[in-house]
C-alpha cells in the first residue's frame, strides 16, 4: 500500500492503523480577538450621542425578521407572544443599569451622584413610565393606571406604540400584540430592579377608539411578596 | 494594606475577584492576605451579603457605603439598578488577623498602628475613604456595564475578559 502522505513527518512509529497519533498540543492562543482598529467594547462611549439614533426604517425591517422568526417556530399567538417576550426581557435586564448609569453622568456635573434605585413601587412604574420610555421611544408614555380591582395590578398605556408601525395583524390572529417585545423590556426592569413580577403582557384597547386604534395597555402583575414588601415598607418609614 | 474585591450576582453567585494591595503611601499594589485570609476573605464577605439585602432598601443611593466590619475587615458595598453587588473588603494590616482567636477582640499593635493611621482602612468611615471607595466603584460601575452591553453577556455569567480585570485594576491604582 502506498504511502499516501509521503509528506507527513515524523513518521508514524508504526503502521497500525488502529492506533491514531494524537495531535500535537497546539499552541496557546488568547481567545480574545480584537477588531482591527484595536478597540475593545470598553472603550466605547454609554453616553447617548445625537447620532446613536437608530432609524425607524433599519429598527422595523430587524423587528420585522424576529416577528417572522419567531412566527415560524411557535404554532399559536401565545407562544409568539412569550417568545417576543422573552426576546425582550434581557434588554430590559441591561437597560436598567444603563439608564441608571446616564442619570449618573447628566447630573454629576451639578451634584454629586444623584441616581436612585428604584426602590418603591411608584418610582420603579415612574421611572418606566418616564425614564425607560423617553430613552426608548423619546416620549414618555401616555398613562399610567393602577387597577380598581386588584391591589398588583397596574397598567401603562401607550396610544400608539411604535414598534406596532409597520405591523399588519392577519385576521385570525387578531389576539395577537407584537409590543410583547416591549413587554418583555419591561418585565426585565422590573425582575432586575427586585420587583418579581406573574409576567407583563401587552393587549390590544383601541377596538372602537377613533383617535388611537393602536391603544395598547400593558399589564405588570406584581407578586404577593412584592406587595407585601411595600406594605412593610410604607410602615416603617 | 490590601483589598479583596468581588462582584456578587443576583443569586449571590461570585461572577469576578481581584485581591489586590494599595499603592499610595508609597505601596506595591500586592495584597498581603496570609493563605488562610484566601477562603476567610470569601467567607466575610458572603457574611455581609445580608446586611446588603437589610440595606438596600432603606436608601436609593447606589453605594451603600460600610455595611459590615469583621475584626479588622472591612465590606463596602455598592449595588447597581440590577442587583448585582460590589463588594469591598479592606483590611488595614492582614497579617496582623488572626482569625481563629476571634471571639477576642484583636490586640492593638502600636507597631503598626503608626504607619496605618494615614491609610484608608484606619478610619473606614471617614469621609475620605468613603469618597474613595465611591470613586472607585463609579469607575468599576463603568466598566461593568460596557461589560453587560455585550448581547452575548448574560445575567448572572461570570466575567472573564482581562480588559475588565485591567480596568479595574486601573482603578484601584487610582483610588485606593
Known amino acids: 500500500m502506498p504511502d499516501l502522505n509521503p509528506a507527513q513527518e515524523p513518521p508514524l512509529p508504526s503502521k497500525d492503523t488502529t492506533s491514531i497519533p494524537l495531535p500535537p498540543p497546539k499552541q496557546f492562543v488568547p481567545s480574545l480577538r480584537y477588531p482591527s482598529n484595536r478597540k475593545s467594547i470598553y472603550d466605547r462611549n454609554l453616553n447617548r450621542t445625537k447620532t446613536s439614533d437608530i432609524s425607524l426604517a433599519s429598527f422595523a425591517y430587524l423587528f420585522n425578521a424576529l416577528i417572522t422568526y419567531h412566527h415560524a417556530q411557535s404554532g399559536s399567538v401565545s407562544e409568539i407572544e412569550n417568545r417576543l417576550n422573552r426576546a425582550g426581557y434581557p434588554i430590559g435586564i441591561k437597560l436598567l443599569d444603563l439608564l441608571l448609569y446616564r442619570q449618573v453622568a447628566a447630573q454629576s456635573s451639578s451634584s454629586r451622584n444623584t441616581a436612585a434605585r428604584p426602590t418603591r413601587m411608584i418610582d420603579l412604574l415612574q421611572f418606566i413610565q418616564g425614564t425607560l420610555w423617553r430613552a426608548l421611544f423619546n416620549r414618555p408614555a401616555d398613562a399610567l393606571e393602577q387597577s380598581t380591582t386588584k391591589k398588583n395590578e397596574y397598567m401603562i398605556i401607550d396610544n400608539e406604540p411604535v414598534v406596532n408601525t409597520f405591523i399588519s395583524?392577519?385576521?385570525?390572529?387578531?389576539q395577537l400584540n407584537c409590543a410583547a417585545f416591549v413587554a418583555g423590556i419591561i418585565e426585565g426592569v422590573?425582575?432586575?430592579a427586585g420587583f418579581s413580577t406573574d409576567g407583563v403582557s401587552a393587549h390590544w384597547a383601541g377596538e372602537g377608539d377613533e383617535m388611537w386604534p393602536g391603544k395598547t395597555i400593558y399589564l405588570l402583575r406584581f407578586r404577593e411578596s412584592v406587595i407585601e414588601r411595600e406594605e412593610a415598607l410604607k410602615a416603617g418609614g | 494594606m490590601s483589598y479583596y474585591f468581588t462582584i456578587i450576582g443576583t443569586r449571590d453567585n461570585p461572577l469576578f475577584e481581584i485581591d489586590f494591595g494599595t499603592h499610595k503611601l508609597g505601596g506595591d499594589g500586592v495584597a498581603r492576605f496570609r493563605d488562610e485570609?484566601?477562603?476567610?476573605?470569601?467567607?466575610?464577605v458572603h457574611a455581609a451579603l445580608d446586611m446588603v439585602e437589610e440595606a438596600q432598601w432603606m436608601g436609593k443611593d447606589l453605594y451603600l457605603r460600610r455595611?459590615?466590619?469583621?475584626q479588622n475587615n472591612h465590606v463596602h458595598?455598592?449595588?447597581?439598578?440590577?442587583?448585582?453587588?460590589?463588594?469591598l473588603l479592606m483590611n488595614p494590616d492582614p497579617t496582623a488577623s488572626s482569625y481563629a482567636s476571634y471571639?477576642?477582640?484583636?490586640?492593638?499593635?502600636?507597631?503598626?498602628a503608626r504607619q496605618s493611621a494615614s491609610m484608608l482602612?484606619?478610619?473606614?468611615s471617614s469621609q475620605a475613604?468613603?469618597?474613595?471607595?465611591r470613586q472607585f466603584m463609579l469607575e468599576v460601575y463603568e466598566a461593568w456595564l460596557k461589560c453587560i452591553m455585550n448581547p452575548f453577556y448574560q445575567v448572572n455569567n461570570v466575567v472573564t475578559s482581562p480588559i475588565f480585570r485591567g480596568r479595574v485594576a486601573t482603578a484601584a491604582k487610582k483610588y485606593l
Open chain 2, 121 to 124: 482602612a484606619a478610619n473606614p
Open chain 1, 169 to 174: 395583524i392577519p385576521k385570525e390572529m387578531s
Open chain 2, 103 to 112: 471571639r477576642s477582640p484583636p490586640p492593638s499593635r502600636p507597631s503598626t
Open chain 2, 77 to 87: 458595598c455598592f449595588l447597581t439598578g440590577g442587583n448585582v453587588k460590589f463588594m
Open chain 1, 190 to 192: 422590573c425582575d432586575a
Open chain 2, 129 to 133: 475613604t468613603e469618597d474613595a471607595v
Open chain 2, 67 to 70: 455595611v459590615d466590619t469583621f
Open chain 2, 37 to 44: 485570609a484566601k477562603h476567610m476573605n470569601q467567607f466575610i
